[in-house]
C-alpha cells in the first residue's frame, strides 16, 4: 500500500482540507511508533527528526513550522524502508474530527514564521503553544466541532459588542462552569485577554515621564529616572518608592500592522482593500471618495511605485481630546488616536469596526507639553510600514504573500488639535494653516 504525501507540501496548511486530512492520516499512522515514554521523533522544519517529544504536540509542530523537506521515506513514523516513496494514493476522505474554523486564524497569525521556514529558517517561537492546545481542545465532551478556543473568541466578541464590563464577563464564566462542570473555558477575562493578545489583539503599555518630557521605550525602558528631567518613573510614597513599581503614567499602543494584515486574511475583506482602485468615480466633476480628490492624485504621482500595487493601505489620522467619563465637568481627559483606511468603500471605511484605535493617550492634562513624545511609536511604525512594508497573506490572490506598505495622507482634526500635531500655532498672527508666515492681520485696539 502506497501513501499520499502530496499534502506535505501544501504551503497555505489552515485553509486546506487536503492538509488537514493527509495530517490526520499521519498522526494515526504514528501513533503505535512512540517509545515507552509517549515521545516520538518530529519530522516538522525546526525539529528535523533531531528532536523527541510527546506524541500530542506532534500536530501543533508540523501545522505551525511545515512538514520536514526531503523526508520522504517515513521510516520513522510507520512506513517500511523498502517502500516506493515516489508511488502516492490519495489520503482518507474525511479527517479523525472536524476542522475549526479557527486554523485559518491562526494559519494567517504564524504566516511570518511559516514563510521563514519556507525559505529554511526554522521559527523558535512557541508563543502559539497555548493557542493550539485550546483549538485543539473540545468545548464539551463529545462536541468536536466546536473548540473551546472558537468558543472563547465568539464570547469575547459579544462583550465588546454588547459592552460588558470585565466582572460581569467574569460572573458570566462562573455560571458557564457551575451549569457545565465539564466545560473547557477560562477562569476569568484576564486568562482570556492574555490568550488574545498572542492572537495580535493586545496593545502595549509604555511609561511615559511624569511632566510628558519622554517615553520610558526603547532606548529608555530601563531606566528609573526620565533622561530629560531626571523625575522618577515610578510613584514615591513619603519620598521612597512603594512596594509595587507603579508608573506615573502609562501610554496604550495598538500596533497598526497586524491589523492591517488582517483586513487581507479574509476574501471579503481583501477584495474590498481595493475598492478605491476599482470604484473610483469615472467622471472627472465627481467626488465620492477621497481616491478621487486632486491630494491623492498628486500623491500617486510622486510615488508610482507605491501607487502600483492597489493593496497598499492609504491612512488618515483623526485626533481630538475626549472625556471617558461622560461629564464633561470633570478635568480629566485623554487623546484618543484613530486610523482609518481609506482603500476601503466609503459605506465601510467609516464604520467604528473599521477604525483602529492606535494610542490612547493618558490624562489627566493629556498631551502634555509635546504632543509628539506621545506619538512616536505609531510615528516609528508608520516609517517601517512605509519603507520596508511587512509581508502579509492576500486570500483574494492566487499568489500568497505580498510586501504591504503604508502611507499616512493626511490629519483629520480640529483647529486645536491641529496644534498639538503639526506644532503650528492655531492663534495670533499666524494661525491660518494655508497663509502660515504671509498671514494678513490688523489690529483692532
Known sequence: MTIDKSWTMIRRRGSSNEFWNGLQHFLQMAKPFVNDRGFIKFMCRRCLNNASHQLEDLESHIFRNGFMFGYNQWIHHGEPATANAETTVAGPSGGIHERDEMFDVLDDIISEDADEDAVGGPSSNDQYDDLFAALRSELYPGVSSFSSLNFLVKLMHLKVLNKWTNKSFDELLKLLKLAFPKIDLVESH????????????GYSSIHVCKNDCAL???ENSLKDTCPVCSESRWKLQSGKRSGKNVPHKVLRYFPVGPRLKWLFATSK????????????????????????????????????????????????????VSNPFGNMSLSYSMWPVVLTTYNLP??????????MLSLLIPGPQSPGKDMDVFLRPLIDELKELWVHGLDTRDAASENGVFRMRAALLWTVNDFPARSSLSGWSGQGYRACPTCNEDTPSMRVI
Request: charged share 30%; hydrophobic share 40%.
Open 346 to 355: 466609503p459605506w465601510i471605511c467609516m464604520k467604528a469596526e473599521y477604525l
Open 190 to 201: 484576564y486568562e482570556a485577554k492574555k490568550l488574545m493578545t498572542k492572537m495580535g489583539l
Open 216 to 218: 520610558f521605550w526603547k
Open 269 to 320: 475583506t481583501a477584495k474590498l482593500m481595493r475598492w478605491h482602485s476599482t470604484g473610483k468615480s469615472k467622471d472627472n466633476d465627481v467626488m465620492r471618495h477621497s481616491v478621487d480628490g486632486k491630494s491623492w492624485q498628486e500623491f500617486d504621482k510622486r510615488h508610482p511605485q507605491f501607487a502600483g500595487d492597489v493593496r497598499n493601505v492609504q491612512l488618515g489620522l483623526a485626533a481630538d
